[in-house]
């Protein structure tokens, strides 16, 4: 899947990706991604870790960016999520994934998304939102569940400490350090260390860290209680 980042994300043809005036998106499975790596003409002096990524990470090359995405099954937390690679530039970026996550986001990013001011850095921002969709409601559901234990545990229903407090501890465990590698990751982006991302546009990184922080917030919060 190649896309342009004009308007909206528009599907092209891989040659069109080469001279076009602007950036791209592409995605590609771990065997396309081998055979054509060269193409993209990307400085990557580390190795990307393509294949079952366990980390949310940037890493910064000579003249590239790359890093991964290990996304938590919202449905369960502490089971199988989802992970996809990335490698980007000034010119575009390369999600390299096998499981079909990193597709079914772009595809919905290109079904929903209109730009006044496209570019590569608000591309990557509705990407970043997308992982985190639903999860405030997510968290508030859990926290209504403690509320209705600490209801139960008050007036004498429940006498022992009930399993259920153990599966939420440990999914609230496991989102804080997925929230804090997210955090990580944007930062990155933000620091900007190859001038791949125009300074005007840094305020997307930004604007979903402090969410993302708001979220690690609340997870703290719940754990405590």
């Known amino acids: ?40 003409d990307m400085v990557i002096d580390m190795d990307m870790e393509t294949a079952h990524p366990v980390d949310t990470k940037a890493v910064v090359n000579l003249d590239s960016l790359t890093g991964s995405f290990s996304i938590p099954d919202r449905a369960e937390i502490s089971g199988p999520g989802s992970n996809f690679s990335f490698a980007l530039d000034e010119k575009g970026v390369i999600l390299v994934d096998d499981s079909g996550y990193a597709e079914q986001i772009v595809r919905t990013v290109a079904r929903t998304k209109k730009w006044k001011l ?37 007036s004498g229903e429940i006498e022992e400490c009930p399993p259920e407090l153990n599966e939420i501890r440990g999914d609230l465990l496991d989102l804080r350090l997925h929230y804090g590698q997210l955090i990580d990751l944007s930062q990155e982006f933000e620091e900007n260390e190859n001038g791949f991302f125009r300074e005007e546009n ?24």
């Open 202 to 225: 840094l305020r997307y990184f930004h604007m979903f860290t402090e969410r993302v922080s708001r979220l690690r917030e609340a997870v703290t919060g719940q754990r405590e209680y």
């Open 118 to 154: 496209p570019g590569l850095e608000r591309f990557l921002y509705d990407l970043l939102e997308l992982t985190i969709a639903g999860d405030l409601a997510m968290l508030e559901e859990k926290e209504h569940r403690l509320n209705r234990i600490e209801e139960a545990i008050l």
């Open 1 to 40: 899947m190649y896309y342009l980042i004009k308007e909206s994300l528009t599907p092209c043809a891989p040659e069109e990706i080469r001279n076009a005036s602007v950036q791209y998106v592409a995605v590609l499975t771990s065997e396309e991604w081998r055979a054509a790596r060269d193409e993209f």
